[in-house]
């Protein structure tokens, strides 16, 4: 059973950061994707970053790019986004979720975890 879950949420102060990690398991193929979406209240969600398991490369939102950092240590299973220069508008639940297909086909990800607070205070 593919099984993903994110933690490392939590409350933090405008210029800031957070780590949040995802540990993945229950798959075993060797070409898939993992990605980081949010979801603000009242907004439609949104892919912010992902990372293929093939080649190691990453995307990122223009919203993002240039303070979020997605990386992986395949050992843990784990997919990790750095955030920093946090700003409000980065307040949101986040996602991560695995696909099998292209990693920028964000409809493609079939498979979530439960979601974790993120909240900048100005």
């Known amino acids: 059973e593919v099984q993903l879950q994110a933690f490392g949420g939590g409350l933090v102060q405008a210029g800031g950061s957070l780590r949040l990690s995802c540990a993945a398991s229950?798959?075993?193929?060797?070409?898939?994707?993992i990605g980081w979406f949010r979801q603000a209240p009242g907004k439609e969600r949104e892919g912010v970053s992902c990372i293929s398991s093939s080649d190691g490369s990453t995307y990122y939102a223009d919203s993002v790019k240039g303070r979020f950092t997605i990386s992986s240590d395949n050992a843990k299973n784990t997919v990790y986004l750095k955030m920093n220069s946090l700003k409000p508008e980065d307040t949101a639940v986040y996602y991560c979720a695995v696909t099998f297909y292209i990693p920028t086909e964000w409809d493609t990800y079939d498979y979530w975890g439960q979601g974790t607070q993120v909240t900048v205070s100005s």
């Open positions: 229950g798959f075993t193929f060797d070409d898939y994707a």
